[in-house]
């Protein structure tokens, strides 16, 4: 027996002394080889490869800070998916370092602190004992490295939250700051005029140095610096001569972003009069695979209001060609819009996708339903006749990717304009000299790129919050674009309940309140009975 017992303890040792060991054994390859499984059907919790890209060149600590409120329920929900996200960041880097407060317990010396950083106390709508409330939370993010910092002020979900935090982890950490240019010589928009240095500051980060901003000029039929990232051509007034045109084209076949915002109208001086716009863009930007529609829409629905003078009264009322576009017309995969709920387009063209070989093409946002086109001679005042026309779904901003072809592949460089040139405005008077095409050469195909172009320009006038963020979040998506491409957003899906008649739907209610229980007591008085019997027959048998 005493045998038995050690051998028996023997054997028990040693199967744990085993078990102990494959343990050992794969905590040592775990810290060799790294693995991690995600089995959600979106991989929702699984970075991209370019996150990890960005991640493994970090060479400083960058510190993540999350201010969220741990109430309501709702914030609480989105609060842990938030640390999810963030725990499969650190899986991957040691250089992170991540901390979560809530706020609510700052003083307001404190409170007041977050907000300059740019994190404020937003409101929500909470619903409690079937009464609705408002409440006070925290929902923001602190991004900092070596000084500088980033804020994301709300995150209502984790769909976009990947490419947020990428994006904002790569500005930080960029020892040089990318070169934005933006076109002048066509009476474009200005970004160093006085009245929207605003703008500018938002654009450079509050002079963080997060983008350098210059103007670009191709009077003299210069290339455009080798410098300059992402080309903003917002608001060409005069038409872009061919060398200007050509100029462009090379800036995209040397890898350059472009973004074209293109107003389709000129409006007489004074008034609300206006007539069809010529900017010389229409064929360049067809090449590429955008058509411009040469109209002016207005939806008759979803639109915004305006502001007019009457006398000496300031008015604003509903006005149907400030076309507005609201969340379900925005692409919900694409970085740029996913994340918006509405943008404002002030007298709008229409955009055409063209198929073009090796060119994604996608619809960034659209009109709704209720859209309509007008051409010709445009009586803008906002208590005009609306003309009559059609309704239907127009695209107004387009996002292009791929390979380009140029569009001077087969054609000879153009000439650049002499002053003698402009005066006579004569094409067959410009001459191209030997030495400018002995000098250049027409590069055919561009490197993987990325194209923007807008309906119009003149969102970026009217320094709406909506139309500024559009904006910002195009730039940072070419400029950037780079290290970012892979990150997709993690959409969630919609799984409703299969829709029921009123008929099962009480069926249901009732089975639940009244079948259940009556089964539990049918069930219980059969198992009495059943013992009863059972008991009856050991009496009357068992005796025998």
């Given amino acids: 027996m005493v045998n038995k017992r050690i051998k028996y303890g023997g054997n028990t040792l040693a199967f744990v002394a085993i078990i102990l060991g494959i343990l050992a054994l794969i905590n040592f390859l775990s810290t060799r080889r790294f693995i991690r499984a995600d089995l959600t059907e979106d991989k929702r919790y699984t970075i991209s490869k370019a996150t990890k890209n960005v991640l493994d060149t970090l060479d400083d600590i960058v510190t993540i800070t999350a201010y969220f409120s741990t109430n309501p329920a709702e914030v609480a929900q989105i609060r842990r998916d938030v640390r999810d996200v963030l725990e499969e960041y650190n899986a991957f880097s040691k250089k992170l370092q991540i901390d979560f407060v809530n706020p609510v317990e700052f003083d307001d010396g404190q409170k007041q602190e977050l907000r300059f950083k740019g994190i404020p106390e937003v409101q929500i709508n909470v619903v409690k004992k079937d009464k609705a409330e408002i409440a006070n939370v925290y929902m923001g993010i602190s991004i900092g490295y070596s000084g500088k910092e980033e804020i994301l002020p709300v995150v209502r979900s984790t769909a976009n939250l990947e490419y947020e935090l990428t994006s904002t982890i790569l500005k930080v950490t960029t020892k040089e700051a990318k070169t934005v240019g933006f076109l002048t010589g066509h009476g474009e928009?200005?970004?160093?005029?006085?009245?929207?240095?605003?703008?500018?500051?938002?654009?450079?980060?509050?002079?963080?140095?997060?983008?350098?901003?210059?103007?670009?000029?191709?009077?003299?039929?210069?290339?455009?610096?080798?410098?300059?990232?992402?080309?903003?051509?917002?608001?060409?007034?005069q038409p872009l001569t061919e060398r200007d045109k050509y100029e462009l084209d090379q800036f995209i076949m040397r890898g350059g972003r472009a973004i074209f915002l293109v107003d389709p109208i000129q409006m007489q001086p004074g008034t609300l009069q206006a007539t069809p716009l010529i900017t010389g863009l229409n064929d360049l930007l067809e090449h590429y695979g955008v058509k411009l529609g040469n109209n002016l829409l207005l939806d008759t629905r979803f639109h915004d209001t305006a502001r007019f003078q009457q006398g000496f009264m300031t008015v604003i009322q509903p006005y149907p060609y400030f076309v507005k576009i609201v969340k379900p017309n925005f692409s919900k995969e694409h970085s740029i819009t996913n994340q918006l709920e509405v943008l404002t387009l002030p007298w709008t063209s229409s955009l055409e996708i063209v198929s073009k070989e090796g060119i994604t093409a996608t619809s960034l946002a659209k009109t709704g339903e209720s859209g309509q086109s007008v051409q010709g001679y445009y009586n803008l005042m906002p208590n005009a006749p609306i003309p009559s026309a059609e309704s239907q779904v127009y695209t107004v901003a387009v996002a292009l990717e791929g390979k380009f072809k140029s569009f001077y592949a087969d054609k000879e460089i153009p000439p650049v304009p002499t002053?003698?040139?402009?005066?006579?405005?004569?094409?067959?008077?410009?001459?191209?000299?030997?030495?400018?095409?002995?000098?250049?050469?027409?590069?055919?195909?561009?490197?993987?790129?990325?194209?923007?172009?807008?309906?119009?320009?003149?969102?970026?006038?009217q320094l709406r919050p909506d139309g500024v963020n559009f904006f910002l979040n195009t730039v940072d998506w070419l400029t950037l674009g780079d290290a970012l491409i892979g990150i997709r957003s993690h959409t969630i899906t919609d799984r409703p309940l299969r829709e029921v008649s009123e008929i099962e739907k009480n069926f249901i209610k009732y089975l639940c309140i009244v079948g259940v229980p009556l089964m539990v007591i049918v069930f219980g008085l059969l198992r009495y009975f059943l013992k009863r019997r059972a008991k009856r027959f050991v009496e009357t048998y068992g005796t025998v």
Avoid: C, H, M, W
């Fill in 189 to 237: 928009f200005d970004i160093n005029a006085q009245n929207y240095q605003q703008f500018r500051q938002l654009l450079d980060k509050n002079g963080q140095g997060q983008y350098n901003l210059t103007p670009v000029s191709l009077q003299d039929g210069n290339a455009v610096d080798s410098t300059v990232a992402t080309l903003v051509i917002a608001g060409v007034q």
């Fill in 419 to 461: 002053a003698a040139d402009e005066a006579n405005a004569s094409d067959d008077q410009t001459l191209t000299s030997a030495q400018d095409a002995e000098a250049r050469t027409t590069k055919t195909e561009s490197e993987q790129t990325q194209i923007i172009v807008v309906g119009t320009a003149q969102f970026l006038t």
